[in-house]
């Protein structure tokens, strides 16, 4: 993964995040890639390992399944909007007709959209310090009513559950964590009552 981080800009210039935000609109990337302003910086991450996309696919598959004849669905490849940042969430739970969420300038959709945020970890001290520590903090501060990690590097595999947002304080109300093996149901919101088990995780390890 890179980051570009930007020199502070002369007075009467535009903005730092403004200059942030118009970089990341004019970037063109190689296909595999994908780019990202979380905190403040620019993120480019190649897309995930086998094993990353198919916890992904099996995930899109069930809850798609579950939200079957809702007014809800499971939605991929979507930049969310939020005060300068802008996110592509491995996964999102978003209205199934979410066009009044759509940014003024059509590049994705505002955080008020998204009822459940999901995120499948990958290797590396730096990915992984995404998933764990900048999102949750991100989608925390944004308001999003629910944050679900998949994270392979943990222990042996595990499941976090974050709930009740605290924007002021960039953190959660409530933090579930199960081991692989273990299922977690969905507690509220448009997916409650979703599993998240073995066979999306597969089973316990060690």
Known sequence: MTEFR???????????????????????????????????????????????????????EALGDFLKGSDFAARQDTNVIHEGSAWIPDLLVVARDPERYVTDDGLGLTAAA??????????????LDRDRSQKRREYARAGIPMYVLIDDYDDQGAVTLFAGPQPEK?????????????????????????????????????
């Open 6 to 60: 930007t020199e502070p800009v002369f007075e009467n210039g535009p903005g730092l995040d403004e200059v942030v935000w118009q970089a990341w609109k004019a970037m063109e990337l190689p296909e595999g890639y994908r780019a990202e302003i979380i905190e403040g910086a620019i993120e480019v991450s190649p897309t995930g390992r086998y094993s990353h996309s198919q916890a992904i696919f099996l995930l899109k």
């Open 114 to 127: 998204v009822r459940i945020a999901f995120e499948v970890t990958s290797p590396g001290k730096r990915g």
């Open 170 to 206: 960039a953190d959660w109300e409530d933090i579930h964590r199960v081991p692989y093996g273990t299922d977690v149901t969905i507690p509220k919101g448009p997916a409650k009552g979703f599993v998240i088990g073995e066979g999306i995780t597969g089973p316990k390890r060690g």
